[in-house]
Every structure is written in C-alpha cells, then in structure tokens.
C-alpha cells in the first residue's frame, strides 16, 4: 500500500492505539482518529485523509463524507486560537447575534475567516450543549458561557495579545 506523507507524532500513535483497542470496528474509530490528526496538524488535509484512510482500511470517500459533515473539522489552515459562536435558538435568543458582531467587529473579519495575523478564526457552531447557560462559545477547547459584552471583550483581547 502506498505511504502518505502524513504521520503522527510517536506519542499520538500510541494514543491512536488505545483509540483502536476502544473500539469493536476500525471504522468506529474514524471521528477519534479525525480528531488526534486534526489536533496535531491544525486541520484536516487531502493528506490527513489518505492517511486515516489507510490505517482504518476505508474509502478515502467516507473518511472525506465524515470530515464535511462535522463542523468541528477543520477543511482549511486556521488560527492560533479557534472561537466558535453557538448560534442556535436558545443562545440566539440570548443574545448570540450581538456576541458575533461583536466579535467580527473587533477581530476584523466575518464568521469563517481567520485574522491576517493568523492568530484568530472565527466560527458559527451549532448548539454546543450548554444552553443552560447562553449566549456562550468556544475558545478552542475551553467553554465561555453567560456572555456579556465586557466578557467577549476580555476574552479576546487575551487572544490577541
Ligand atoms: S443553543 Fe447554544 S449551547 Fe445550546
């Protein structure tokens, strides 16, 4: 079988094999396997793809339908930091719109672009679980809930520093 030039760090490879043992099927281990690439290289490439392909014997077409399906997959490079705007129903109505303009407004771009620095992308997601406590978002892998506008300001300024 052809090698891709993707691999993972030795340390990932063990954890890929503890992700596996985990598992009953190999192709149940596609979206952890997604996962410890994408948090090695940032994003999910052509070559991350071949690669996850190959270890788990599957259609380069599946590994791709996963990899589109799931917003938290990154197709392109992003930034530094990743935010993520819950923009589903109960944090729309409390608020989330005004959290996102607030946020495009002070970090320069629009939802799905990345800052010229290429510290920040930002990102609409949907429902991320906590609606209890909306408008919230994610920071890479940290959660910020009950957003006020002095609370976004915070927290970005400390991304952009
Ligand atoms: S709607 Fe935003 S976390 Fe559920």
Same mark, same amino acid.
């Given at each position: 079988?052809?090698?891709?030039?993707?691999?993972?760090?030795?340390?990932?490879?063990?954890? @890929?094999?503890?992700? %596996?043992?985990?598992?009953?099927?190999?192709? !149940?281990? +596609?979206?952890?396997? &997604?996962?410890?690439?994408?948090?090695?290289?940032?994003?999910?490439?052509?070559?991350?793809?071949?690669?996850?392909?190959?270890?788990?014997?599957?259609?380069?077409?599946?590994?791709?339908?996963?990899?589109?399906?799931?917003?938290?997959?990154?197709?392109?490079?992003?930034?530094?930091?990743?935010?993520?705007?819950?923009?589903? @129903?109960?944090?729309? %109505?409390?608020?989330?719109?005004?959290?996102? !303009?607030? +946020?495009?407004?002070? &970090?320069?771009?629009?939802?799905?672009?990345?800052?010229?620095?290429?510290?920040?992308?930002?990102?609409?997601?949907?429902?991320?679980?906590?609606?209890?406590?909306?408008?919230?978002?994610?920071?890479?892998?940290?959660?910020?809930?009950?957003?006020?506008?002095?609370?976004?300001?915070?927290?970005?300024?400390?991304?952009?520093?």
């Amino acid at each position: 079988m052809a090698s891709s030039p993707f691999s993972l760090t030795q340390e990932r490879e063990q954890k @890929l094999t503890e992700i %596996l043992g985990h598992y009953p099927t190999k192709m !149940a281990a +596609c979206i952890p396997m &997604l996962h410890l690439c994408q948090d090695q290289n940032g994003w999910v490439s052509e070559e991350i793809i071949a690669f996850v392909a190959e270890r788990l014997e599957l259609p380069t077409a599946h590994v791709k339908g996963v990899v589109t399906f799931y917003t938290l997959f990154n197709q392109a490079p992003v930034g530094k930091h990743q935010v993520w705007v819950c923009r589903t @129903l109960p944090c729309a %109505l409390r608020g989330s719109g005004d959290v996102l !303009a607030q +946020c495009e407004k002070k &970090l320069g771009i629009h939802a799905g672009e990345t800052t010229a620095d290429g510290k920040v992308t930002l990102r609409t997601a949907e429902c991320l679980a906590s609606c209890g406590t909306a408008p919230m978002m994610q920071v890479d892998k940290e959660y910020h809930e009950d957003l006020t506008a002095e609370k976004v300001d915070q927290i970005l300024t400390r991304l952009q520093a």
